[in-house]
């Protein structure tokens, strides 16, 4: 039996009513930091409803297992799931592990290359066990989609497929600017949004989460609902959190992104290279601090107050979450002794031989450069030190002995070299 002949006729008009004080804190919760809330006053009534006949809602984050790793950009919609969460609702974490095969088109020019099975449950293995860094993991429900997209086969395919039009689907922007263009669309690609949609019908969401750029994959799930004879969810959307450049999204392929698994130190010098202005739009979308007490440090910094102190005082705070306090702690003294010039305590220790070693070579076989022309490149630049002197000869040939080599601010080696 495939999921819509299990579905209840859920779709009736429910009575208005009123807001206790509490679904209104509820409703502050939910809306602080996002893009959208669609829309608000049926959110209300669910929450209103939720709390009279004390079944929690239940609420869903769907995301393709496309790399193996999260990033702090991740956590953006993963903290406004967890703020439900404490709020006594029932959250579903799913894992995209069918709609990955497919490559969501969402904000691309080009068709997303689809991935394999064996990258697919390569990468699902850590997803949840990092998303359980920031949600409460014996409360939170994990899902698969295969669980019921494998079983809808060709014929259910074609059902699904028959209460949406080619119209509705183009008028996604990315798709409209493909056509015009006349950039290929693959048709699989126009299943995307329907199989996303699908998965809110599978789990009878109340209200599923997802970053701007998803904003048409949830309003299908919502107008799905109502085919399948479903109350319609309630749709939150989150902002997309630039990188550390400051002007692209995060992504670990545009190298600008703060990974949740990254050793504490990394985290907090990466988050310490951020601007000035770009700090605050972290805070808004990465502190769980109040609204008060953001508003506090930006006053105390137009007041004169160093920007760098309110920088350090967020490093740490998101430190602290993925590792611990002492890591934070431990992590500023680091970051501090760097910018005196001094030498972490935690650097790598390698042996090579081959004296003497051209400083190319040597940078590259410490694995502190890529290749021996970007170690070229960095000398050039005099981003090169050994034993804390600059490097600016390109054709220095390093003798026999133990050192210390460092590129840039943050790559160390301590090398000995026979």
């Not at 703020?83 to 080009?110: A, C, E, Y």
């Not at 760098?308 to 002794?337: C, G, P, W, Y």
Request: proline share 5%; hydrophobic share 40%; glycine share 8%.
């Amino acid at each position: 039996m495939d999921v819509s002949q299990k579905l209840q006729n859920n779709n009736t008009p429910a009575q208005t009513l009123p807001l206790t004080d509490s679904v209104l804190e509820a409703m502050a919760v939910a809306k602080r930091g996002v893009d959208e809330l669609l829309i608000e006053s049926e959110f209300a009534q669910k929450l209103a409803r939720s709390e009279k006949t004390g079944k929690p809602l239940r609420i869903k984050l769907g995301l393709d297992p496309t790399a193996p790793d999260l990033h702090l950009g991740h956590t953006v919609v993963l903290n406004k799931m967890r703020q439900l969460q404490d709020l006594g609702h029932n959250v579903i974490f799913l894992i995209g592990d069918f709609t990955s095969m497919i490559g969501d088109p969402s904000g691309r020019n080009i068709t997303r290359p689809p991935l394999t099975r064996e990258q697919i449950e390569e990468n699902a293995k850590t997803y949840f066990a990092q998303a359980s860094l920031v949600l409460d993991a014996a409360k939170t429900e994990i899902r698969y989609n295969s669980e019921w997209s494998d079983p809808l086969g060709a014929r259910g395919m074609i059902q699904l497929s028959a209460k949406y039009t080619v119209a509705r689907i183009l008028e996604r922007e990315d798709f409209t600017k493909r056509f015009k263009a006349g950039t290929p669309i693959s048709v699989h690609e126009l299943l995307y949004p329907l199989m996303q949609g699908y998965d809110s019908v599978a789990l009878q969401s109340d209200l599923e989460l997802g970053g701007t750029d998803q904003k048409f994959n949830l309003l299908v799930g919502r107008e799905l609902q109502k085919d399948y004879g479903q109350e319609p969810q309630c749709i939150l959307t989150m902002p997309l959190l630039e990188g550390l450049d400051g002007v692209e999204k995060m992504s670990k392929s545009k190298g600008n992104y703060v990974g949740i698994t990254e050793p504490g130190n990394t985290m907090f010098a990466k988050l310490m290279s951020i601007s000035d202005t770009m700090m605050w739009r972290y805070y808004d979308l990465l502190s769980f601090r109040s609204i008060a007490d953001i508003a506090q440090f930006r006053k105390e910094v137009e007041e004169g107050r160093n920007p760098r102190d309110i920088k350090v005082l967020l490093a740490q705070e998101i430190v602290t979450r993925f590792h611990s306090k002492q890591a934070a702690e431990d992590a500023l003294a680091d970051f501090n002794n760097r910018a005196k010039g001094g030498i972490p305590d935690d650097i790598p220790e390698v042996s090579l031989s081959g004296a003497p070693l051209g400083i190319g070579q040597l940078l590259k076989q410490a694995n502190l450069c890529p290749s021996t022309s970007d170690a070229l490149r960095m000398v050039e630049q005099g981003g090169v030190r050994i034993d804390g002197d600059t490097v600016s000869d390109k054709g220095l040939k390093v003798d026999a002995g133990t050192f210390v080599l460092q590129v840039g601010k943050r790559k160390f080696a301590r090398v000995t070299l026979s």
